[in-house]
């Protein structure tokens, strides 16, 4: 075992990390390799062993059977039509309104991260759906695209989520608590983003028009279009009951789900071979990206903490006089410094090992720490250069939207998501209120 | 040169056909889990292996399906700088980043040969449950699935050597779908 | 200067214990052994410890043979088989005096790695959220449980679930699971499962309830010098010792501390749960000729000590 400062190690492994990933090698393959380098020749072939029991054990866990079946579920209900069946519903109640679309796909947002796993399915889909109904009634590029790519982010947030089912394996935390404390920040952030979009077309009605009088409906269809939310609000409630009421364990609830989605689908009547076909590919894909992503940067920080690199920040928040509430703020801005270049996943996994015994070690509630991770790591998908809700929103948006109107149309968002998380540390009983109330404290 | 070519396609099918056939397991996985419920809470009879069942399923499912994601392109990477390389370019720098990752990746799959091996040698069972069923089998999956990542890896590198080296033919040309998030 | 990887499952908690035992290699060696200690799972699985250590993954830890029976023959019958012992005197007995150390030994040396000893745990007992009295409440009741003591529950038609550890507390508080057969009080206390179970009831079955040890990869135990491995010895009986100390006492404190309320299974039922007990020993025995030979310890024990 090698007795090189942790600084320089820390140094080394990043900065390599860094260079593969600026050459454009994939996430995973840049984790291998830099892991691999840097065990080898400071740890000795020993090393090769950590590598094939980090993968194993990602492979064998059945906390992470969740992962497969809320993709399957996600990318089914999208599929299904129900998302276009529910637009449509949002165009009809809040159409009215000034800024009233734009107030209806943040709520449809909030609405599909409740159904799905990950954050891609709303952003795409309804950058396929509300974003050229927005354009076409006149609202501006900015606010169209933000919306969207801010309300998408949601998706990790609002459960079921497959972020914070990695956090809870990585943290030891139980997945029912964390999903209990992600609903009311999530639910807090999409209210936030609300009030905005309601201000902002109130100062400036030509950025978010209603809708013509010809397209609004009266009462009787609104009240007719609300059955869009039956079945997807029967399977929302049904899988979410199960986990956070624990009437199954999260695995089973999201087996439960993704059967809920197929029957969904089947009454949609838009279930076939080959929609079947196509959904278990896209999961496959999908799973084939973040198990290897999940593997290999286990391996990576477990280099790095076997390494001794792991002490530097322990050591460095036990002897330094800094306040607690000071480093998690630092913690935080760590998280934004990183959000700006890697991916969410690469981040929980290299972060959660180290940062989460100091949080433990300054007295926190470590599911409170988990709240405040996912809400950073939604301003994650939103900030330049490398955030997924810009790429997303730049593959379906109309070539009349560069990337650079889609950094700008993410500011304000993501200085919303600032405040929201600035809320979340003054206030931790936002979140703590409900898993406290379910579980007892 | 053509068999090369050959190869490569056929490692393409290959990858193709791995990850066409592994999709299904997600249905196994989920009916596997409606059935413990049920035992559970209709029989309350809790089976003694539902639970490593759905885990080996989904062990098997997500490492194997690596390869279908790498077929086309899928694990995700940073644009920023790589997006202002030219076709060329790009290749040029696949070649060198492909050549060190195929390198890491023959490692990995020799350490994973010995990781299975050691546990058919043990005869290794599962602790985890009354049930405790073989385990290697499901470890033997590991070196399998490393196997055909490399070999995938080993396709892509040969094609971008082509491009790098300007000796393209129609078969290296299809590099697969970049593939959304 | 030979530095030490050593991980052990327990978390921060037992930070202090770890840190003695490092100063102790340290000082008696002169500084020319450092062990450098993880806590649990920071490195690798606490499942794959016994593996990692054979593969020179990491150079020594501090586990539980609970975790791996289906890798080594012996580890079933180390951890704490039902009924195996009774007392603290009566392990140490069958241990160090009845040769069942050097049996485990040779178990391990066949992996490549070197067995230094056990070290005693405190009890292993059942937390429910309902009073239990004796084995017909349990029938009712959906227990998570060890896969050792899962046969034997099973014999008494009692349910037993699958979850995992972190799960425990969401579990409990909402019904999945009635309760658990996961460790003692000390453990309870820092998973926080008192507030949502609070009725603890002593089985009888085993005490103490499990067993630790510390491992040494071989090539790193061969490489040592005489007097490190003598300094190794000392400093391991030395943390054996306030291992169990401190085990024991944190469960007897959190025990007195008014969050359980303690019970204790009637002697009728302990028994019978001892006497099923009794396959699962004939299941060890049948593995290897190395664990009949470590049955027969423990059947002679219990003869000597008037339980059999
Ligand atoms: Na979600
Ligand atoms: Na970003």
Redesign the interface.
């Known amino acids: 075992?090698s007795?090189i400062d942790p600084l320089l190690i820390t140094l080394g492994m990043f900065a390599a990390m860094f260079v593969?990933?600026?050459?454009?090698?994939?996430?995973?393959?840049s984790l291998?390799?830099v892991g691999?380098?840097f065990a080898y020749f400071l740890w000795?072939?020993?090393?090769?062993?950590?590598?094939?029991?980090s993968?194993?054990?990602?492979?064998?866990?059945?906390?992470?059977?969740a992962?497969?079946?809320f993709i399957?579920m996600g990318l089914m209900l999208e599929r299904s039509g129900i998302t276009d069946d529910l637009f449509e519903m949002m165009n009809k109640l809040m159409g009215a309104q000034p800024g009233g679309l734009g107030v209806g796909t943040i709520v449809l947002c909030a609405l599909i991260a409740a159904m799905a796993g990950v954050s891609?399915a709303a952003t795409?889909s309804l950058g396929v759906i509300a974003l050229p109904a927005m354009l076409k009634r006149g609202y501006s590029k900015k606010l169209a695209t933000g919306t969207i790519m801010a309300g998408g982010a949601l998706g990790f947030l609002i459960p079921p989520s497959v972020l914070m089912i990695l956090y809870?394996f990585l943290a030891?935390?139980?997945?029912?608590?964390l999903f209990a404390a992600g609903l009311i920040p999530g639910l807090m952030l999409a209210a936030i983003y609300i009030i905005y979009i309601l201000i902002v077309s109130r100062i400036n009605p030509s950025i978010a028009p209603p809708l013509a009088e010809a397209e609004r409906v009266d009462w009787k269809g609104k009240l007719r279009s609300l059955k869009a939310l039956i079945l997807p609000g029967t399977l929302i409630v049904t899988v979410l009951a199960c986990i956070i009421?624990?009437?199954?364990?999260?695995?089973?609830a999201s087996?439960?789900g993704?059967?809920g989605a197929v029957i969904c689908a089947a009454i949609y009547r838009t279930l076939t071979f080959n929609m079947m076909?196509d959904v278990?590919?896209d999961?496959?894909?999908?799973?084939?990206?973040?198990?290897?992503?999940t593997?290999t940067a286990i391996f990576f920080s477990?280099v790095y903490?076997?390494l001794?690199a792991?002490y530097l920040l322990q050591d460095l928040v036990e002897d330094s006089s800094l306040a607690p509430m000071a480093v998690i703020v630092a913690m935080l801005a760590c998280y934004y410094v990183l959000g700006m270049?890697l991916?969410d996943f690469a981040i929980v996994f290299i972060t959660v090992?180290l940062f989460v015994?100091v949080v433990?070690?300054l007295g926190f509630d470590p599911v409170w720490f988990a709240i405040l991770f996912i809400v950073s790591m939604q301003s994650a998908y939103l900030t330049p250069?490398?955030g997924?809700n810009l790429?997303?929103m730049r593959?379906v948006a109309p070539p009349s939207v560069t990337i650079y109107d889609l950094y700008l149309a993410a500011i304000p968002f993501i200085l919303l998501q600032i405040l929201g998380l600035a809320l979340l540390v003054m206030f931790p009983q936002i979140a703590l209120w409900l898993p406290e109330l379910?579980?007892?404290? | 040169m053509l068999s090369v070519c050959h190869l490569v396609s056929w490692v393409d099918r290959l990858s193709e056909t791995v990850?066409?056939a592994?999709?299904?397991m997600?249905?196994a996985?989920?009916a596997v889990?409606?059935y413990?419920?049920a035992a559970r809470y209709f029989f309350n009879s809790p089976t003694s292996w539902a639970?490593e069942v759905?885990?080996m399923l989904?062990?098997?499912?997500?490492?194997?399906?690596?390869?279908?994601?790498?077929r086309?392109q899928?694990?995700?990477?940073?644009?920023?700088?790589?997006h202002l390389?030219s076709r060329r370019g790009?290749a040029i720098?696949?070649t060198?980043?492909g050549s060190?990752?195929l390198f890491?990746?023959i490692?990995?799959f020799?350490?994973?040969v010995?990781?299975a091996w050691d546990s058919w040698q043990r005869a290794e069972v599962s602790s985890r449950s009354t049930w405790a069923p073989p385990l290697y089998p499901?470890?033997t999956?590991?070196p399998l699935a490393?196997g055909l990542?490399a070999l995938q890896s080993a396709a892509h590198l040969v094609r971008d050597i082509c491009v790098a080296f300007n000796v393209g033919c129609d078969a290296c040309a299809d590099r697969g779908v970049e593939?959304?998030? | 200067t030979t530095?030490?990887?050593m991980q052990t499952y327990w978390g921060?908690e037992a930070s202090d214990v770890f840190a003695a035992f490092g100063g102790d290699v340290r000082t008696a060696s002169n500084g020319t052994l450092r062990v450098?200690h993880?806590?649990g799972?920071?490195?690798?699985?606490d499942a794959?410890m016994f593996?990692?250590v054979s593969?020179?993954?990491?150079?020594m830890c501090q586990g539980y043979a609970g975790y791996w029976p289906g890798q080594l023959d012996i580890a079933g019958i180390e951890s704490g088989l039902p009924g195996a012992w009774t007392s603290y005197d009566e392990a140490q007995y069958v241990f160090r005096h009845k040769g069942l150390l050097e049996l485990i030994r040779e178990a391990y040396a066949e992996n490549n790695v070197h067995y230094m000893g056990p070290i005693f745990g405190g009890p292993f007992d059942l937390l429910t959220k309902e009073p239990v009295n004796s084995l017909e409440d349990l029938k009712n009741m959906r227990i998570r449980a060890t896969p050792a003591v899962a046969r034997i529950l099973q014999a008494f038609d009692i349910p037993t679930v699958?979850?995992?550890?972190?799960?425990l507390?969401?579990?409990l508080?909402?019904?999945?699971i009635d309760g658990v057969i996961y460790a003692g009080t000390n453990e309870y206390v820092g998973m926080k499962l008192y507030?949502?179970a609070k009725h603890y009831t002593s089985l009888g079955m085993v005490y103490p309830g499990y067993c630790d040890q510390i491992l040494v990869n071989m090539d790193v135990w061969n490489a040592m010098s005489e007097e490190e491995q003598k300094v190794m010895e000392l400093a391991y009986e030395k943390h054996a010792s306030h291992m169990n100390t401190w085990m024991v006492s944190g469960s007897i404190d959190a025990g007195g501390s008014g969050k359980f309320e303690m019970n204790k299974l009637n002697a009728e039922d302990s028994a019978r749960l001892r006497r099923a007990a009794e396959v699962i020993w004939e299941d060890e025995a049948a593995k290897s000729e190395r664990n009949r030979k470590a049955i027969d310890i423990l059947k002679e024990t219990a003869l000597a000590t008037g339980r059999a």
């Open positions: 075992m007795d593969m990933l600026l050459l454009g090698t994939p996430l995973s393959w291998l390799t691999m380098g000795g072939s020993g090393a090769l062993e950590l590598l094939t029991i993968a194993f054990s990602s492979m064998d866990n059945f906390i992470l059977v992962l497969p079946m399957f891609g795409v809870a030891k935390e139980s997945i029912g608590k009421l624990g009437i199954t364990t999260p695995s089973e087996a439960i993704a059967a076909k278990l590919l999961t496959t894909r999908i799973m084939g990206m973040l198990i290897w992503i593997l477990k903490i076997g001794g792991g270049f991916d090992p015994p433990e070690l250069p490398f997924y790429f997303y593959s379910i579980y007892g404290s | 990850g066409k592994i999709s299904w997600c249905l996985i989920i889990m409606l413990e419920i639970h759905t885990t989904y062990g098997t499912f997500c490492i194997m399906a690596g390869t279908y994601t790498h086309y899928g694990h995700v990477r940073s644009e920023a700088l790589y390389f790009k720098v696949d060198l980043t060190l990752v890491v990746l490692m990995f020799v350490a994973s010995d990781f499901f470890k999956v590991l490393v990542i593939a959304e998030h | 530095n030490l990887r921060r450098r993880f806590t799972s920071s490195l690798v699985p794959e593996q990692a593969n020179g993954t990491i150079d699958f979850l995992p550890g972190s799960e507390y969401v579990g508080s909402t019904g999945t507030e949502v």
